[in-house]
């Protein structure tokens, strides 16, 4: 029997069993707590208990049982709240992949929560930093002080309350931060800003219901580290992109450090009809590349966990952050799989955008729609009715696989953002490509049954300009990163006019309105699914910081002082006008096809002057006026929509002739957002120089 103090006046006595190798990770089961890790190279498993009160290593204990490849233990009279790691032993054999290295504590890869912080020290490294021998020298000295601890929990009963249920053409995303949508919101309480419980506070939650979101996309929660460059520049990992545990979320959200909190924001947004999606990392993790720490999978096994090259000593990179997760191995499919279902049946969330999605499908020949994580994610019955969303690139060969991902994914769709942003910018001869973005990028995605939603379209996102910043800047502003503004993309698309920053200049300001205005409403008037970036809607700025990865700071957060009023207002109108007009959220992709039941075509382009354009015409660079009209594809439904964009000159749009009774209503005019439901009574509307209109009409 071994001891272990849970408290300074009771002592616990653990019965130690053989265990079960399923489930993997940390289950309490009543009568104790079953422990099962993954490891096929090691040699021995020690699981360490630490104290709750001062962090120091209390009892070790053997894992005799092995099964297959699991190693496991049960140990009877334990408790939830127990703080456990992982130390194993093997090879340190880098030459042949093998960085075992039992001086170091390791996060268990299921850890349902993790306590305490990474504090970035030497003793993480399994090798003797400063050595001639670098990575191939062996460090002894003991880690347990700088990781987090892994956490015994209790099973969940939170049953998640009703899911919405959205239709993929009623869709619209908002892509949010957890700590910077409320750090700086007033209307939210203090004790509760970049906090789980403050995301799905009541003044939160009424504001995106009141702007129309139906999905709160949240940028990573699952436990993730402070990069040890940014560490040193005292700057922290603000987005989140360097996951630690797939099934912890990342304490530093909570208020009371309970994972209930998770699930409380999920279940109040539930509550108000709103999907919770996660971007989840499951394409690297934390530890980097051979000079990077070991923290949990590389001291477990990590010529199994990750993908190494040719020579096993260094990993293979396709992710650029170091290191690429071996989904082609079973166990590392698994517990991709694991953490999915995990999020969906436990936490409650209702889909998942991947990044850099490309990795996760890659075999040994590269990209495969049929490799083991599209055939796992086919056939899993929780899986199969949550929706998924793949950032389809990686950084390796053949890696930008946009439209190749097969229903039901949909897919961030990057040339959306450009080909808009240098068609209002008055770029030439983008209207071909206009035309393109405005159906959904149909030659992309329309195949193999996907619908036109399976393009997530955006202007913008948490990686680049923020709305307002692309109307002000034409060179990125990065220098708060401290890397010599030497990071970020340089191909903004942007446009400052002729001022860079902010303006007092009332001309300047107002044809950047008009632009966000522009840019707001092509978005929200095209076939796909959209997606806002937070505070987009308001106006948010980052001073021209095009990559705030590390600015968790008043740069990466909401400033909800700067609040544009009109644009909220106007942002509110175009979300609710998609909602209304059903020709501007389709399930099928629009050709021009003649309808069955009145032989009207679906699409029907229109020059200004109420021509039909020429192949001259779609060829013609200077060309920067257009008009499209929509009817429904589905039913009966004899709405039409016009949409006038002009990117050029002053121009008279003739309107398509009304053979019944009735009148053109004019619902959008982004050259002035007061203009609302103005009845048309001439055959034409004025579309003032870089602007558009919408309106629609009632047939019959």
């Known amino acids: 029997m071994h001891k272990i103090s849970y408290s300074e006046d009771a002592n616990y006595q653990f019965g130690v069993g053989a265990g079960k190798s399923f489930p993997l990770g940390a289950t309490f089961d009543g009568e104790g707590v079953n422990f099962a890790i993954f490891s096929a190279n090691a040699k021995s498993v020690d699981l360490c208990l630490f104290s709750e009160k001062n962090g120091k290593e209390i009892a070790v204990y053997k894992l005799t049982e092995k099964s297959g490849d699991i190693w496991h233990i049960h140990l009877r009279g334990m408790l939830p709240g127990t703080l456990y790691g992982y130390r194993v032993h093997g090879d340190y054999e880098p030459e042949k ?36 021998r670098k990575d191939l020298s062996f460090d002894q000295r003991d880690s347990a002080f700088s990781v987090p601890k892994s956490v015994v929990v209790s099973p969940s009963i939170f049953d998640g309350g009703n899911k919405p249920k959205i239709d993929d053409t009623d869709r619209i995303i908002y892509e949010a931060h957890v700590k910077g949508m409320t750090m700086q919101n007033e209307e939210v309480p203090q004790a509760l800003r970049g906090t789980y419980l403050g995301m799905s506070s009541s003044a939160n ?107 096993p000593r260094f990993y293979q990179n396709d992710t650029g952050t170091g290191n690429m997760l071996d989904l082609t191995h079973p166990q590392v499919l698994r517990m991709v799989m694991d953490s999915l279902r995990y999020w969906v049946e436990v936490m409650h969330v209702d889909g998942f955008r991947f990044d850099l999605a490309t990795v996760l499908a890659r075999e040994e020949n590269g990209f495969d729609l049929q490799g083991g994580f599209l055939d796992a994610i086919n056939q899993d019955p929780v899986l199969k009715n949550v929706k998924l969303i793949a950032e389809p690139w990686d950084l390796g060969m053949g890696g930008y696989q946009m439209g190749n991902w097969p229903e039901p994914f949909l897919e961030w769709n990057d040339r959306y953002r450009d080909d808009i942003r240098r068609f209002w910018r008055g770029d030439q001869g983008m209207m ?71 303006s007092s200049d009332p ?77 501007l959220r389709q399930d099928k992709f629009l050709h021009g096809k003649l309808r069955e039941f009145d032989q009207m075509p679906d699409i029907t382009w229109h020059m200004a002057d109420g021509g039909l354009p020429s192949s001259l015409d779609w060829n013609n660079p200077d060309w920067k006026s257009i008009a499209l009209e929509i009817r429904d594809t589905k039913g009966k439904n004899n709405e039409v929509v016009f949409i006038a964009l002009n990117a050029g000159s002053d121009e008279n749009f003739k309107l398509p002739e009304v053979v019944d009774e009735g009148h053109w209503v ?35």
Request: proline share 3%; net charge negative.
């Open 432 to 502: 071909p490509s206009l035309a393109k973005r405005l159906l959904g990028s149909s030659e992309s995605f329309d195949h193999n049954g996907r619908k036109s939603s399976s393009s997530v379209n955006f202007i913008s996102a948490h990686d680049g300009y923020t709305l307002a910043d692309t109307t002000r800047y034409i060179a990125k502003h990065n220098y708060a990163n401290k890397e010599n503004n030497n990071d970020g993309h340089n191909h903004n698309c942007s446009d400052n006019f002729g001022v860079e920053g902010e």
């Open 507 to 583: 001309r300047i300001n107002e044809l950047r309105s008009k632009r966000a205005r522009n840019l707001l409403a092509t978005l929200l008037f095209s076939q796909g699914t959209p997606m806002i970036l937070a505070g987009d809607e308001f106006g948010n700025s980052q001073s021209g910081n095009n990559n705030a990865y590390a600015q968790d700071n008043e740069i990466g957060w909401l400033n909800w002082n700067g609040f544009d009023k009109t644009l909220l207002e106007f942002t509110k109108r175009l979300i609710s006008l998609r909602k209304t007009l059903k020709p």
């Open 205 to 311: 939650i009424e504001g995106l219901v009141k702007l129309g979101i139906t999905s709160v996309e949240l940028l990573p929660v699952q436990s993730f580290i402070t990069d040890s460059h940014l560490a040193k520049l005292n700057l922290n990992n603000y987005w989140g992109y360097q996951t630690i545990g797939f099934f912890a979320p990342e304490p530093k959200y909570m208020l009371n450090d309970e994972i209930a909190e998770f699930q409380m924001m999920v279940s109040q947004f539930h509550a108000a009809g709103i999907e919770v999606i996660l971007d989840v990392v499951y394409n690297h993790t934390g530890e980097g590349n051979e000079f990077g720490p070991t923290l949990s999978f590389r001291g477990i096994d990590n010529a199994s966990y990750y993908r190494l090259a040719e020579n």
């Open 97 to 132: 992949g093998h960085r075992f290295n039992a001086h170091k504590l390791l996060i268990d890869p299921y850890a349902r929560k993790l306590a305490g912080h990474l504090k970035w020290s030497d003793a993480l490294m399994g090798y003797h930093v400063g050595s001639n």
């Open 666 to 700: 004019k619902h959008i005019c982004t050259s002035d957002p007061n203009i609302i439901d103005e009845i048309m009574i001439d055959n034409s509307v004025h579309v003032v120089g870089q602007s558009m209109v919408l309106l629609s009409f009632k047939e019959g």
